[in-house]
C-alpha cells in the first residue's frame, strides 16, 4: 500500500508545531474531507497532474474527518497507482473542518501548506506557481488563488449573483495585497499559509472561529487565519497565477443555503471587524453597535425593497439573514470576547 495511515495522536499545542522540524518538503498540498469520496477522488486527479520542476519536493496529505463513506479505500487506491507517491492520510474524529486543517497542519511536512479543498480542482501548473509566489514574495505569509467556479447544474441567477459568497475569487491578472476593500481576506479554498506565519500567527492555539461543522454553516475561519497572520507582520496577498475551479453542487446553489450561508458569515463579522481593526477601547459594545446598524438599515429599506420590487425578493431575504447573524454574532461577541 503507497499511503501511510498515521496514528491519532492527542491534540498538539503550537510548541510542538515550533518544536518540529518542517521536513524536507517545500510543499504540501492538505486536503480536508468529510464524506465525499467521489469529490476527493476527482480532487486528487487533478492534484497528480501536477507539473513541478525536478528537485521540488511536496507531499499531499489527506485528512478524513469524521469520514464512514470510501474515503480511505480512495486514498488507498491512489497511493497504489503509484501517481502521487508522496500521498499520506490521517483521520480527524473531531467534527469539523477547522478541527481537520489544524491536525493537517500539525501532521504536514512542507515550509508552504495549501488548504486545497476536496471540491477544488488544480490547474496543472498550481503547485508551481505557489512555489514560485512564495520565492518571490517572501513577506506573504498567506496568499489566496484566482478560483473560478463550475456549476454542476444550471445554477439560479441568485447563485450567480452570490458567487463571491461561494468563494469565486478574481481580482484581476496583477497581484494585490490585501485588504483591497475594508478587511476583505482570500477565499480560504486555494489558500497558501506560510508555516513560519502561521506560527507566529497563534492561530493554532488562539483561533477561535469554525469552518463548517458537519451541515452547520459556520465561517469566518479563513478570514480569521488570514487576519492574525497579517497582524503578527506579514502580508496576505492574491496571486492570480494561482488557478483552480471550485465546483458548486446544485444542494449550494439554492435561496435557502445561500441564506443559511450568509448567517453563517454575519455570525463571525463582529469578531472580524474587532481583529481587523486593532485595539480599540470598547470592541465588543462597538461590534453591537454596528450589528444593530446592519438590521436596522435592511428593516429600514425592507418594504420598499422586498413589498414593491418581486425581482429583488431574494437578495433581501439573504441580506436580512445576514444582518440577523450579525446581530447574534455581536451579542455572543460581548457576552464571551470570542466568535460564533
Known amino acids: 500500500m503507497g499511503t501511510q495511515k498515521l496514528a491519532s495522536p492527542p491534540g498538539h499545542s503550537l510548541g510542538d508545531l515550533e518544536g518540529r522540524q518542517a ?43 469524521r469520514c464512514t463513506d470510501e474515503t480511505a479505500q480512495v486514498v488507498r487506491r491512489w497511493g497504489e497507482s503509484g ?71 444550471s445554477p439560479p441567477p441568485i447563485a450567480e449573483l ?21 478587511w476583505r481576506m482570500p477565499a480560504g479554498a486555494g489558500m497558501v ?15 477561535v472561529l469554525r469552518s463548517r461543522t458537519g451541515r452547520a454553516l ?33 444542494e449550494r446553489m439554492t435561496l435557502a443555503y445561500l441564506r443559511r450561508l450568509h448567517r453563517g458569515f454575519g455570525r ?3 469578531y472580524l471587524r474587532a481583529l481587523a481593526k486593532g485595539p480599540q477601547r470598547h470592541p465588543r459594545l462597538e461590534g453591537l453597535a454596528w450589528a444593530a446598524g446592519e438590521l436596522r438599515e435592511v428593516l429600514d429599506r425592507y418594504q420598499d425593497g422586498y413589498v414593491r420590487y418581486e425581482d429583488e425578493r431574494p437578495t433581501w431575504l439573504i441580506r436580512l439573514s445576514y444582518a440577523r447573524g450579525c446581530l447574534e454574532g455581536a451579542v455572543l461577541f460581548l457576552l464571551t470576547g470570542r466568535g460564533w
Not at 119 to 131: E, K, N, R
Not at 229 to 247: D, M
Open 23 to 65: 521536513g524536507p518538503e517545500d510543499l504540501t498540498v492538505l486536503i480536508c474531507t468529510h464524506n465525499k469520496a467521489h469529490m476527493l477522488d476527482r480532487a486528487l486527479e487533478r492534484v497528480a497532474r501536477q507539473l513541478l520542476p525536478g528537485g521540488i519536493r511536496w507531499e499531499v496529505l489527506v485528512v478524513g474527518n
Open 83 to 153: 501517481r502521487l507517491p508522496h500521498l499520506r492520510y490521517t483521520s480527524e474524529r473531531r467534527l469539523g473542518v477547522s478541527f481537520a486543517r489544524k491536525r493537517g497542519v500539525r501532521e504536514s511536512r512542507g515550509r508552504l501548506v495549501g488548504f486545497v479543498d476536496d471540491d477544488c480542482l488544480l490547474a496543472p501548473d498550481w503547485a508551481a506557481q505557489a512555489l514560485k509566489f512564495a520565492e518571490a514574495y517572501p513577506r506573504a505569509g498567506a496568499f489566496g488563488s484566482r478560483n473560478e467556479l463550475v456549476w454542476e447544474a
Open 162 to 182: 452570490y458567487g463571491e459568497s461561494l468563494a469565486r475569487q478574481d481580482l484581476g491578472p496583477e497581484p494585490r495585497q490585501m485588504p483591497v476593500k475594508q
Open 193 to 207: 499559509l506560510r508555516r513560519e506565519a502561521v506560527r507566529d500567527s497563534g492561530w493554532m492555539d488562539h483561533g
Open 218 to 250: 459556520r465561517a469566518g475561519e479563513d478570514a480569521e487565519i488570514a487576519l492574525r497572520i497579517r497582524r503578527a507582520g506579514w502580508q496576505v496577498w492574491y496571486a492570480p497565477t494561482l488557478r483552480l475551479c471550485h465546483v458548486i453542487p446544485p
Open 268 to 270: 463571525a463579522d463582529a
